[in-house]
């Protein structure tokens, strides 16, 4: 516990106050910034900045020319800091009692400016790690210019006080009768599915993807053929040359990109639905050169039933009939049984697409139906949808025959 002082104790609503050191702990970590208030020649002054905390200590980033680090050489400077996060907002029946769900944090003290290069070169590293633990390591550290340039202050932790809300409406019980709606709405900060800077070729590093189950991971699958590997904004050039014909796009559920930012922006409604967890994209990669050639998605994961749909998928031309497609579906159906336990697999596929079905047939799945008007077309008609599945029992005659028809043709006797 914090010991309270006169400046960290409550005057009102003193239920909402703690000073629970864990408590504080939590929020400064959950929370990326926080606003640092102090004085410079009697005036008011509050900056918002980055922080970490380190045991017992907050460090604060900031820029060498900056006023409060200037002010903080010598003595150090007097600080208040305070970091807020909100939870929800609260509608009563009644103007009054409108209110909001938080956690915040208020700490005071001196911050002194870290002159010790280990400890701001630690503290330096600390804000990295906090933002992705592993990312120090993922680049670049700063140079000596760099870090010449970069001031830390540190904030010993021990006036600190920590206030709350949590719960729901509290209203007047003469307004319960009103004709209003009440109740709360939840706030969460969520982060949206990365994208990378122009340029970079690099894949998404682990730590940026999200924890999810094992049916919502787009594990890397290799084959002799192909190899899948999660879909990325960085894939954009790649997959737009690759892909770039009317017939790859002629029966697909969207129209064929004109450009690069055309298939950045396929790719982004990829990601985002992977981000809300529905769909789970990969690319595919030639084995033998390297190169991008197309892309397969699961979609309509459904873990509860052990149920998932192949789909979404699109191949540049001069790898159809290569073994790739066929390569793909059996390290993609090998991932839903064999690693998933699904118990069933579907496939979904316009009716006039006659080439698709032939295609879905040879993989041993089962034409269950047509789903009538089931989708519109890109160019606004309604699609009926033929319905093909493959479940658990089928799996083991379906995967011999893929692997037989990936082995290579004998070679007649000369």
């Not at 990326?32 to 900056?47: I, K, T």
């Not at 009644?94 to 003290?109: D, K, T, W």
């Amino acid at each position: 516990m914090y010991p309270p002082t006169p400046r960290t104790t409550a005057t009102r609503t003193r239920e909402r106050m703690s000073y629970d050191r864990a408590a504080a702990h939590a929020v400064l970590d959950e929370a990326y910034h926080c606003a640092l208030g102090f004085a410079v020649d009697g005036e008011p002054r509050v900056l918002p900045t980055l922080h970490v905390r380190v045991g017992d200590t907050l460090y604060l980033h900031g820029s060498t020319g900056s006023r409060p680090l200037l002010a903080a050489r010598g003595d150090g400077l007097s600080v208040c800091v305070a970091v807020t996060l909100l939870d929800g907002l609260i509608y009563a029946r009644s103007q009054f009692h409108h209110s909001a769900n938080y956690r915040s944090v208020v700490a005071h003290g001196t911050a002194q400016l870290v002159t010790d290069p280990a400890e701001k070169a630690a503290a330096m590293t600390a804000l990295v790690e906090k933002v992705a633990a592993g990312r120090s390591a993922d680049t670049r550290p700063p140079s000596r210019r760099e870090m010449a340039e970069t001031a830390v202050l540190a904030l010993p932790l021990r006036e600190v006080s920590v206030r709350s809300r949590t719960g729901g409406v509290r209203e007047d019980e003469a307004d319960l009768d009103l004709p209003h709606w009440a109740g709360v709405v939840p706030l969460t900060l969520t982060a949206g599915p990365p994208e990378p800077a122009p340029g970079v070729s690099a894949p998404l590093p682990a730590y940026l993807r999200p924890a999810r189950s094992p049916w919502l991971e787009p594990a890397t699958l290799r084959g002799t053929h192909v190899v899948l590997e999660p879909l990325d904004l960085a894939h954009t050039d790649e997959l737009h040359t690759a892909t770039a014909d009317p017939q790859v796009w002629q029966h697909l559920g969207s129209r064929q990109p004109v450009d690069q930012a055309g298939t950045a922006e396929v790719i982004r409604e990829a990601l985002a639905a992977h981000h809300r967890g529905e769909r789970v994209p990969w690319v595919q990669r030639c084995a033998v050169t390297g190169v991008v050639v197309g892309t397969t998605s699961f979609y309509e994961v459904d873990p509860a039933l052990r149920a998932v749909a192949i789909g979404y998928t699109y191949l540049g031309r001069p790898w159809w009939r290569t073994g790739i497609n066929t390569e793909a579906k059996l390290l993609l159906l090998a991932h839903a049984f064999e690693e998933l336990g699904a118990e069933r697999v579907v496939w979904h596929t316009d009716l006039r697409n006659e080439r698709s079905q032939r295609a879905i047939e040879r993989l041993g799945a089962t034409r269950e139906g047509v789903l009538r008007r089931h989708r519109i077309r890109p160019d606004g008609s309604w699609r009926d949808t033929v319905q093909y599945s493959m479940i658990a029992d089928e799996w083991p005659n379906a995967q011999a025959m893929l692997r037989e028809r990936l082995l290579p043709a004998p070679v007649p006797p000369r």
